[in-house]
């Protein structure tokens, strides 16, 4: 089993930054893929960012340029700076682990954006 603890989350002002960390514990070696979601107010859980284990990297439209998602291997550990955030962007954020024909998700971190 794989279990994803979030964290980073919180209330920031409009154009101000956040780094969300989503920690990685149990059979970690099943995991190569991580992945983003976001879930705001009455809306549908959305893509945000993906990072594969060689730390290739790809986003949705609304956050390219300012979200980067990275990984440190050595801490089991990937993580979300998020910069420039909006108003929009107000959501409950999740990661999502990928393994060969399996998929884990953590409790979410609610990240609320001030205008």
């Known amino acids: 089993q794989v279990q994803l603890v979030e964290s980073g989350g919180g209330l920031v002002q409009a154009g101000g930054s956040l780094r969300l960390s989503c920690a990685v514990s149990g059979t970690t070696f099943s995991v190569n893929t991580m992945d983003w979601y976001r879930q705001g107010p009455g809306k549908e859980r959305e893509f945000v960012a993906r990072?594969?284990?060689?730390?290739?990297?790809n986003y949705a439209d609304s956050v390219n340029g300012r979200f980067t998602a990275s990984r440190d291997n050595a801490k089991n550990t990937v993580y979300l700076q998020m910069n420039s955030l909006k108003a929009e962007d107000t959501a409950v954020y999740y990661c999502?682990?990928?393994?060969?024909?399996?998929?884990?998700w953590g409790q979410g971190t609610q990240v609320t954006v001030s205008s």
């Open positions: 990072i594969s284990s060689g730390g290739r990297t």
């Open positions: 999502r682990a990928l393994g060969t024909g399996r998929e884990w």
